[in-house]
């Protein structure tokens, strides 16, 4: 008796594991399964989906997939980038018979969807942010992303004009490498404004630890830093944290304006959509999957946030004429000469790597003018 | 480098640590004692992280219902007392483990918390206002270091009323007496569930409020990944400071220090092995539990009716 109940509600267990969970993930019809002319797919976020941040903006997407006639969505929070998002993806194809998945988070894609992928080969996953390679990865699986540190060079211009230190302050999560080229762009964009300008960086290590984060706020504050961004889950409390201490803040993922109106400059935002509907209908048409998606301002993946008040008038042209030059799809951010902050030349001088150049999406250095260690 | 901006930068640290333990140890104070005055009446309440994270939710949600923080306060104290109540009355019913209902309830408190809690997460709720200890001072490092929250030492002097309470005063002897031996606090008259139950209870609104500080102070705001832990930390703190308020307090204050360690360290540009050192409170609760649990060393100072403690 206790086993049956056992081995049908593992997925429910499971979910009641993850730490109440359960109670939000009760309105998606735990075990029923799609009709069968219906398009299941499955979408896996590692935080809550009203984060104020990065899962939210995924959520946003999906929202506007649900709309889809022929689609039928299942969710789970609060994923961990473990062996349990393997659990999950394997409950989504088995009991609801997804067949295409989002798993949206970094850290799922090696070994878990590659893992998972070979073992269902007619199961589409695709995943945010990871570097599918042709030939190496199975053809059923495909990334996308957003060339999101075109924002942060144009949040680098913005932060550089209103500081009076030249000291920035960057709060990351994890140094894998879009965290890297962001605090990178970030960097090379004060630096078109500043060429003395500094950024700090402060790894908390974990997508979202708000004391840590808050901690790492004042202490870089503590160090005469006066503007903050970050790469964590949700900026919510480091653009609070700069707003009550009076310094700038870029924001992340959404528009955090609202939570600091006197100190908000701009922000980097995403705009999902565009590559969730391709990656649908191209699987609803019957087309192969898209392996290897990419895109920037000028493909309506990323967006910068409006002004703040704080932001000069000078600060606002020059970030305008570089946007322009990047929705015209001529501004490459790395170039080189490029030194690391170890003295390594890591782009030769003549060298100009393109938005596109995959050889960005394996950085693995912070460039000169950055103080941090990866 | 030469050797004043050695000692400049080693000042700076010790001022970014102690600003740094001012701040994040306060949830940790207050749920140790909660903890603590719960031990001491013979039960053990693992859901205490549970009441935390629900007191940062209900002190959140009636911060911005009403407008006043300190009202929030109020509420998630209440929402620990109910929690603390429901505790107490599980435990009294008879074969009963305590610890299995403490970690139900911590699955139960996290999980209405998040349920009730989205729609808290992106409104911003009014916040506990700060108390400026370092205005004397000209350097902004030293004034945001003594920049402190009202509840601290409020937390702080109550460490010290219990430390009385327990040695000198009626109800303290009481609550001893009751958690050491229920059959001499039987033989004597006094009602041992009840006593329990108003223990349990009381620890709660403790840890209640410790979570309104999280929510309505430091970070200062609601989310899910609030906590991460703490209420959990502060259980094993109370172990590790052998059941006395005093050592609580100093214990707490470590944990803000070692929680404030990784990024004081990177910001003044130490940079290698940051993992390590962003591990350091949680490395510093194994080490402290390996260091208070020696094989064959009597647990001195537990109440002799705590179930750990029975054989």
């Excluded at chain 1, 998606?28 to 899962?55: E, H, Q, S, T």
């Excluded at chain 1, 929202?63 to 473990?82: I, R, S, W």
């Excluded at chain 1, 870089?220 to 009076?246: M, N």
Aim: aromatic share 8%; with cysteine.
């Amino acid at each position: 008796m206790a086993q049956t109940r056992f081995s049908a509600g593992r997925r429910d267990i499971l979910r009641i594991l993850g730490s109440g969970a359960a109670v939000s993930a009760l309105p998606f019809g735990i075990g029923l399964a799609g009709a069968a002319d219906k398009l299941v797919v499955g979408v896996i976020y590692v935080g809550p989906r009203d984060d104020f941040g990065y899962n939210q903006a995924q959520a946003q997407a999906v929202a506007a997939l649900k709309k889809m006639p022929g689609v039928k969505v299942v969710e789970e929070e609060k994923v961990p980038e473990t062996v349990a998002v393997q659990k999950t993806m394997e409950a989504m194809i088995n009991q609801d018979k997804a067949s295409l998945i989002f798993a949206t988070s970094f850290g799922y894609f090696d070994p878990h969807v590659l893992k998972m992928a070979e073992k269902y080969p007619n199961v589409r996953f695709a995943h945010c942010g990871g570097l599918w390679t042709a030939g190496k990865h199975p053809k059923n699986v495909g990334s996308f992303f957003g060339y999101i540190d075109e924002c942060q060079y144009l949040d680098g211009i913005a932060a550089a004009s209103a500081s009076k230190s030249k000291k920035l302050g960057f709060i990351a999560a994890k140094p894998i490498p879009q965290v890297l080229r962001n605090i990178n762009a970030f960097l090379l964009g004060a630096r078109s404004v500043d060429p003395k300008a500094t950024v700090k960086v402060i790894f908390t290590g974990d997508w979202s630890l708000p004391v840590k984060e808050a901690e790492a706020a004042n202490s870089l504050i503590d160090q005469g830093v006066d503007v903050l961004t970050c790469h964590v889950d949700s900026p919510k409390v480091i653009v609070e944290t700069a707003e009550r201490r009076g310094v700038y803040s870029c924001g992340y993922h959404a528009s955090q304006a609202k939570l600091a109106p006197k100190g908000y400059l701009t922000g980097a935002e995403w705009d999902w959509q565009t590559p969730y509907t391709q990656i649908v209908k191209a699987t609803l048409d019957g087309k192969p999957m898209v392996n290897f998606l990419r895109g920037g301002l000028k493909d309506g993946f990323v967006k910068p946030s409006p002004f703040g008040p704080a932001v000069s008038a000078e600060a606002k042209k020059k970030s305008e004429a570089v946007k322009a030059a990047m929705l015209k799809g001529d501004f490459p951010i790395f170039k080189g000469p490029l030194l690391d902050n170890t003295g390594k030349t890591v782009i030769a001088a003549g060298k100009v790597l393109g938005q596109q150049d995959p050889l960005l999406e394996s950085m693995n250095y912070l460039v000169d003018g950055v103080i941090g260690q990866v | 480098m030469s050797e004043t901006t050695d000692g400049l930068a080693f000042g700076s640290l010790a001022l970014a640590l102690l600003g740094g333990a001012l701040r994040v140890s306060t949830p940790f104070l207050f749920v140790s004692l909660g903890e603590c005055i719960t031990e001491k009446s013979g039960r053990i309440n693992l859901g205490l992280e549970g009441t935390l994270v629900l007191g940062a939710m209900g002190g959140y949600g009636v911060s911005l219902l009403t407008g006043s923080p300190w009202l929030g306060v109020l509420a998630a104290g209440l929402c620990g007392v109910l929690m603390g109540l429901l505790h107490g009355g599980l435990c009294s019913l008879p074969k009963v483990n305590d610890i299995a209902v403490g970690i139900a309830l911590m699955l139960f408190g996290t999980g209405l918390a998040f349920f009730l809690g989205k729609p808290l997460i992106q409104p911003q709720a009014p916040m506990l206002p700060s108390v400026e200890l370092g205005a004397w001072s000209d350097n902004e490092q030293v004034r945001s270091a003594l920049r402190i929250n009202v509840l601290l030492p409020v937390g702080l002097a109550l460490a010290g009323l219990l430390h009385w309470a327990f040695r000198a005063s009626r109800w303290g002897l009481a609550l001893r007496l009751v958690g050491d031996n229920a059959a001499a606090a039987r033989a004597l008259g006094y009602p041992v569930v009840p006593i329990r139950i108003g223990a349990t209870a009381a620890g709660g609104f403790l840890a209640g409020v410790g979570g309104a500080f999280l929510s309505l102070y430091y970070p200062g705001s609601w989310n899910e990944g609030l906590s991460s832990g703490q209420g959990l930390m502060a259980v094993a703190l109370v172990i590790f400071a052998r059941w006395s308020p005093l050592r609580c307090a100093l214990a707490a204050l470590l944990f803000g220090a070692a929680g404030a360690l990784g990024p004081a360290l990177q910001s003044q540009g130490i940079t290698a092995g940051y993992y390590l050192f962003n591990a350091a409170p949680y490395v510093l609760t194994l080490a402290l539990m390996a260091a208070s649990w020696t094989p064959g060393q009597t647990l001195a100072g537990a109440p002799g009716e705590l179930s750990f403690t029975q054989r």
